[in-house]
């Protein structure tokens, strides 16, 4: 019988801030990850820090934020006024301790919890930051959390500001890596939000004239129906037009943060585009047919913006401001029946509703050349949604009568859309689905998941080529159908059931055919869940280096070599070439908490369009010279010589 675990004062115990962060890293940062997505917990460390200088320049102090990253360590020095001097260690070690909870100081600041800079003091080897104020600095230098010395200097020259100093700890983050694309995406939103700013990234300069009509312009890879409308106002700004695109496109910021899963701002938005043009035309259109091909962003400054998670990716806040009422003191103010007086604002829904209504209505009479053009849009979106429902409805229903359904999809018990369930908060954010080809693998996967949080979608085949066939055939496909309605967007992304859609096919020809088929579909019909960075593909090991004292999973010519080279003698080589030869017993490692997964970005200067019409358009002489030079025959990924 098993020794019974005893519950008494010796197992309440109150954990140090920097190990509390340490051991629930997720709770501060989202995901931990190795760099290969844009939101690894290291671009949270880097943005938890420039965020601070940007509530610097918010404020009207410093001109200039200087960004460098070499060998994983990253120094960012600003030119505000600096931290207190006697604060700098109080103001990176005590959680909840900062200057941002006194509205006075900082008014619409990204960082409002005293969180930001000590998790990113806990999870960084090395830890140095220094404030300068008028002729004299104060310093501290940390390890994991762990003050090492601290001090003040007098006789200074340097101008006011503060410097800090990090290395992200590879006890956390393991062999990791900054992709400097991710950080130049970062730092070019800043410049867009915050016009008259200069960031300096590694020598480079960016600094934005026209705010976030920059953006939209940079980021259009398409011609727009007509020029970009720009609309700004007191604590907003709004841009946008119409592609010939799939889906909706609209980036969303608070207070100069970008919100890549929206929020209720970016819900009002959306509601008051399609509002706008109903009242406009007079027409009752429907919302999606107003905002299908829509490509804008929306910018809004609100107090004390109360954001989903530590990482801010979605904003929470329903007024634009909300706050205790203070008498003369600072104490709080009770009404009648006791309760704390709230002073709030008007909500965010009806502050972005009254100003793009007023505003984007009087635009569109001033510049009537433009509005038959979105007319035609609507009217286009519009036909072709009802064409293609009764066909998409009609397949539905026939896949409801043959029962297959609960064949395809085996799915977990938390979702992405769901509403977070108190201890469980995480598990939303970790949810993900693998889409597989064939039963064997659907499988392997089924059998070592986690049922919490990962689902498994089994592929039937080879889905059809999206870019090649018609909306209608597309529409008709039951494969196509029934993934889409395991992801749940039918009708809005708003809906997605699983925030890392995970392709997970074989490593052969038919593999990776099936994987561009399923990244087209995705590509053509619903490019935003590309864009806000939900789709993913599953590395798994190509080969198996062992020997009678050890086993080592290899995912690259590389990795086997120095294995071969570390085991010397009596080695064994496997080579993988399906998910399903992979024993369950060897695949739960690969799909763990620390699985390869390669987020599926669109390259720079790059659209939807030429992407898809160069891998699966025509055969062209150019795409035949693409093959030919990266094809690698599987004799070139065995070794036959060991």
């Known amino acids: 019988m098993a020794e019974e675990v005893q519950y008494n004062n010796d197992s309440i115990r109150t954990l140090e801030w920097n190990k509390h962060i340490r051991q629930r890293s997720g709770m501060y940062i989202g ?15 880097l943005k938890e820090i420039v965020d ?30 600096g931290i207190p001097l006697d604060s700098v260690v109080k103001a990176t070690n005590n959680l909840n301790t900062g200057g941002k909870f006194d509205d006075k100081s900082f008014k619409k600041s990204v960082g409002m919890n005293g969180v930001g800079s000590k998790a990113v003091n806990a999870l960084s080897s090395e830890f140095y930051i220094e404030s300068f104020r008028d002729g004299e600095s104060s310093w501290a230098r940390y390890e994991r959390g762990e003050l090492q010395d601290s001090g003040k200097k007098t006789g200074v020259t340097e101008k006011n500001g503060t410097f800090v100093k990090f290395t992200p700890d590879s006890q956390m983050f393991g062999n990791y890596a900054y992709n400097m694309d991710f950080v130049e ?142 008498d003369e003191n600072g104490n709080p103010v009770k009404g009648a029946d006791g309760a704390i007086k709230i002073d709030r604002g008007p909500t965010i829904r009806t502050f972005v509703n009254d100003f793009v209504s007023r505003n984007l209505d009087n635009y569109l009479y001033k510049h009537k050349d433009i509005v038959p053009i979105i ?21 539905r229903e026939k896949n409801k009568k043959a029962n297959v359904y609960n064949k395809k999809l085996r799915d977990c018990r938390f979702h992405y859309c769901d509403k977070p369930v108190k201890g ?85 020809d038919d593999g990776m055919h099936i994987r561009m088929l399923v990244l087209t579909f995705f590509m053509k019909y619903y490019p935003d869940l590309i864009r806000r960075n939900h789709v993913y593909i599953l590395q798994t090991p190509l080969f198996r280096v062992r020997n009678k004292k050890e086993t080592r999973y290899c995912y690259n010519d590389d990795e086997k070599a120095q294995a071969i080279k570390d085991l010397k003698t009596g080695v064994e080589i496997t080579r993988f070439k399906g998910l399903g030869e992979i024993s369950p017993n060897e695949f739960v490692d690969f799909i763990g908490e620390n699985m390869r997964l390669d987020a599926v970005n669109l390259a720079k200067d790059e659209s939807i369009a030429s992407i898809m019409e160069f891998y699966m358009g025509d055969n062209t002489i150019d795409r035949q010279n693409f093959i030919r030079k990266n094809l690698r025959s599987e004799t070139e990924l065995e070794d036959i010589n060991i």
């Open 31 to 45: 995901r931990l990850g190795n760099g290969n997505n844009p939101d690894d917990g290291i671009y949270i460390l």
């Open 52 to 81: 601070n200088s940007i509530d610097e320049f918010a404020m009207g102090h410093g001109k200039q934020i200087q960004i460098t990253i070499e060998d994983n360590t990253v120094t960012v020095r600003d030119f505000g006024r």
């Open 185 to 326: 995406t970062m730092i070019k939103n800043y410049s867009y939000l915050k016009r008259g700013l200069t960031l300096v990234l590694n020598g480079t300069s960016y600094k934005s004239d026209n705010g976030l009509l920059d953006l939209v312009n940079e980021r259009m890879t398409e011609e727009p129906k007509y020029p970009p409308i720009h609309l700004e106002g007191e604590d907003i700004e709004i841009v946008l037009t119409h592609g010939d695109s799939y889906g909706e496109n609209i980036y969303s910021f608070v207070n100069g943060q970008y919100t890549r899963d929206g929020g209720t701002h970016l819900a009002a938005y959306r509601e008051a585009i399609a509002k706008t043009f109903k009242d406009f035309f007079k027409k009752d259109y429907e919302p999606q047919d107003c905002r299908q091909g829509i490509v804008g962003a929306i910018s809004i400054l609100i107090q004390e913006p109360q954001f989903e998670g530590q990482t801010k990716t979605k904003l929470g806040s329903t007024y634009m401001w909300e706050k205790q009422e203070r």
């Open 375 to 395: 007319e035609e849009k609507i009217k286009d979106s519009k036909k072709e949604r009802e064409d293609i429902a009764g066909i998409q409805k009609k397949t």
């Open 424 to 508: 469980k908060e995480e598990e939303g954010e970790k949810s993900s689905i693998f889409i597989t080809e064939g039963d064997s693998a659907s499988g392997t996967i089924t059998k070592v998941r986690n049922a919490n949080n990962q689902a498994v979608f089994s592929l039937r085949g080879k889905p059809i080529n999206s870019y090649k066939e018609s909306h209608r055939k597309v529409a008709e496909n039951e494969e196509l159908n029934l993934l889409i309605s395991a992801l749940g967007v039918e009708e809005d992304l708003k809906n997605l059931r699983y925030n890392n859609i995970i392709v997970a096919t074989d490593a052969d």
